[in-house]
């Protein structure tokens, strides 16, 4: 690391789409200023991920991809791939903390590592990171809710943020990121919203950590402030960050603090909506190859799911008024579809706008990696294009009240209205709705826009909605990488943050 690089310490990394932001930003010399000096993640599947992501920047760096590019076309195995090129392996190993490692628990090893790297580093430091959500997200509280033993202030999660200041008052960085899920706002410990506590924490982290010597921070938002004059809003709203409105193809919105050390003066600039168009989920995934879903509970092959699509077409053909136009669409399945598909065929026909085209894609890959389906129910096949039908025609994905009552699945409360998002397709003309991690436990909230293909989204479509370049590999079995992916933040997002964060950084210290 040179002296006028910025190190990165990033807490709670996941598969590192934050991370990948800042490492990936270029300055006007084409230089990289942000180094990853260390990524701390406790599930062995994302450690993975990002061990090998560090050591693709280490070896691009080096002028080595060949062995990389081998591995990507399994022409190479994982293990054989970094005993080739040892060095920068143990580069990359270094950098994730020879391995999985949780706050909280492993806090020698951690604590020691960012004590070593911030004594040795003259230049700027940051910190970033997102303690994880699951107790502050509504789906995480309304889970919560039904268990009659839960005791929010006993959930350790809900305080994982101590973690985050306690390496906050070791490392002193110039400035903090902190990502959150939207429900962080409204969570409640004894009655009492937690947002204000985390934020005056923030400002004042000695008070929490004991440690005198650490300085405090300011807190900014990223976006324009809302209107202070209307009183509906309050202003903890004002940190909420809305992805669509970013060049991203998704709406999905965070709460993102960005914290300045007291001594810095400089004030960060602000996130800027006019640079980039909306996308939508066509533009983002459209070039991606077509894929059938597989059969689960039943014999999988192209010809027995062939089968179930026809009679589907002819089932739907039949219904009447069900708000949409069967004989509009030629239903027939595509002859000859797989369910991974490893060659990106139609790579020149992509409909990515400028900005994600240079981000997403890499011209020395005609690869598609993770881009297998998973195996739907036989009734749930008919569902998927009964939905994508419906968003093609009318645009939105439909409620329980419009699905046909054939189609209805067997609850007894499917009309309660509890049940209404229980099938989402992906408009192909909006931006998606947030990928979470849920898409690793069923599909039916990421049905895929084309009503031929009846199938939820590949991990691939997935990371491509959340602006991961498509030479980005994620590790472990499918569900490992649906996890991964819905977990993070897009990295583009993170690119933009990292332009904030650099120019505030390069006006405090004039040599960089
Ligand atoms: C929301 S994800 C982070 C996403 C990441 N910022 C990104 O952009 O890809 C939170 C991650 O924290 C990890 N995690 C949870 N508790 C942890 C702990 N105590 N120590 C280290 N990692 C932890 C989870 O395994 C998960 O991968």
Redesign the pocket.
């Known amino acids: 690391m040179k002296g006028n690089d910025i190190l990165v310490i990033d ?9 990948e932001g800042f490492a990936s930003y270029q300055n006007n010399n084409e230089e990289y200023p942000f180094k990853i000096g260390m990524s ?4 062995p599947h ?1 450690h993975m991920t990002l061990t090998t992501r560090a050591f693709y920047r280490l070896a691009k760096q080096k002028g080595c991809l060949d062995g990389y590019y081998q591995y990507l076309n399994s022409n190479l195995s994982r293990a054989k791939l970094f005993e080739s090129y040892k060095g920068i392996y143990e580069s990359a190993f270094q950098e994730t903390l020879e391995g999985p ?5 492993d806090n020698d090893h951690i604590h020691a590592r960012v004590k070593e790297l911030t004594e040795n580093h003259n230049g700027p430091k940051i910190l970033i ?2 303690p ?2 699951q107790a502050y997200s509504l789906a995480g509280r309304s889970r919560n809710a039904g268990n009659k033993n839960y005791v929010p202030k006993e959930d350790h999660r809900h305080f ?1 943020y101590k ?1 985050y200041l306690k390496v906050l008052s070791i490392a002193k960085p110039d400035v903090f990121v902190m ?1 959150n899920v939207r429900g962080i706002l409204t969570a409640k410990v004894e009655n009492q919203l937690i947002f204000p506590q985390i934020l005056n924490d923030l400002q004042n982290p000695s008070k929490i950590t004991g440690s005198d010597s650490c300085p405090s921070y300011r807190i900014y938002s990223l976006v324009e402030k809302t209107d202070e004059a209307d009183n509906s809003t309050p202003a903890s709203l004002n940190y909420l960050i809305r992805f669509e409105e970013f060049g991203i193809p998704q709406a999905r919105h965070r709460v993102i603090l960005l914290g300045v050390r007291e001594d810095i003066k400089q004030i960060p600039d602000i996130l800027d909506k006019n640079i980039y168009p909306k996308v939508s989920v066509k533009e983002a995934i459209g070039d991606l190859p077509k894929l059938r879903s597989g059969l689960s509970k039943k014999a999988d092959s192209y010809d027995s799911w062939q089968e179930v699509v026809s009679k589907n077409a002819e089932t739907l053909s039949k219904l009447h008024n069900i708000g949409v136009d069967v004989n509009k669409t030629d239903l027939q399945p595509y002859e000859d579809l797989k369910r991974k598909e490893t060659v990106h065929k139609n790579k020149s026909l992509n409909q990515l706008p400028d900005h994600l085209r240079k981000w997403i894609l890499d011209p020395e890959l005609n690869l598609v990696l993770n881009h297998e389906t998973r195996g739907h129910m036989e009734s749930d096949l008919l569902r998927y294009s009964f939905c994508a039908l419906h968003g093609e025609q009318r645009r939105f994905s439909p409620k329980a009240e419009n699905f046909p009552a054939e189609l209805a699945p067997q609850h007894q409360n499917w009309n309660s209205g509890s049940y209404n998002d229980r099938f989402r397709v992906q408009v192909s003309t909006k931006a998606a709705t947030t990928i979470t991690s849920h898409i690793s436990k069923d599909g039916h909230y990421f049905i895929h826009y084309d009503p031929k293909q009846c199938r939820s989204l590949t991990v691939r479509e997935a990371a491509r909605l959340q602006t991961f370049p498509d030479n980005y590999i994620f590790e472990g079995n499918r569900t490992n990488q649906y996890t ?1 992916v819905g ?3 897009p990295p583009f997002l ?1 690119r933009q943050i990292s332009e904030i964060v650099f120019s505030l950084i390069k006006k405090h210290y004039s040599n960089l």
């Open positions: 807490l709670f990394s996941g598969p590192g789409g934050l991370g701390v993640e406790k599930d994302a490692s949780e706050l909280g628990k990171g997102g994880p959500c994982l973690e990502e991964q977990n993070a933040v993170a």
